[in-house]
């Protein structure tokens, strides 16, 4: 069932990318001449949705192929985001013939629709692909605060088209632009988490701040590798740090486990991350022999 959907949903994101470019006006002059600047301002409205609509595709799919089955609920979504969906070439054109308040109100709710019937479905998806009770209870609350801020800048965002016309349609052209990196950002996280076994994932996620500093350094690096041809050394650096992390609380431990009233429990808490250190040092192996076959196989 799940794979008869995705095809039906191939084809619905064709049809609608096809339509929109089918239905790029080209005006000319009396004299028979292309009008440059409206050819110019078409395509770039055009852009626009093509990037919101190629996000959307991505997004899904990858959600989609977390899961096994696909429930009734979520099918139910996925139909009404489909259908709103392809209500997009209509108001791209409208936007294209009349960039006027009006067409811009009826795009910004458009989408604000489209984006909030996006977040349920992914949010349901990912929930029903995580048995960790530890990583759902995290995902649940990072998608709820994503969910409101999402709401509020949409809404803000349809507010500001209303007396800056020109400056929203630049705002519509880079906000799913950048959706579409951060994504792809995401994607490259959940392959790498998807290596690890559920104790990993969950310190993973614990010490993530920590091992890459701050958010920007992780969405630099992240999309820096996923742009990468190759694989070689893939996540060396995020496995060192890791490791150096960890070596950082046994040393922390072992300094206040002298003065400390509970000195079993602190033994214990070191043996522990001594085993996390060995299970990342076995990770690291199987990675570096991955990696290798896949060399191998590039040459072959």
Known sequence: MKERITLFSDAIFAIILTIMVIELPINLTSSGEIIIIDL???IGIYFISFCFVAGIWFQTANAFNQVQKVRNQDLVVYLLLLFFLSLIPSTTKLLIEDTSVQTMLIYGILNLIIMLFLKRLIYSLTLQST?????KERYRKEQIIQGILTLFLRILLIIFSIYFIKVALIIYLIVPILSFLSNIVEHEEDRFVSTLDESEQVQYYQNRNKLW???????SQLLREALKNSEPDRWQSIIKDWQHQIDQEIQLRKETMETSQEPRKIEYEIQQLQKQKERIERQKEQ???RDGKNRENRKE
Not at 131 to 135: A, D, E, R, S, V
Not at 213 to 219: D, K, L, S, T
Request: net charge positive.
């Open 213 to 219: 500093g701050n958010q920007m350094r992780r969405y």
């Open 40 to 42: 110019i301002s078409a």
């Open 287 to 289: 990675l570096i022999r």
């Open 131 to 135: 048995t960790n009770t530890k990583l």
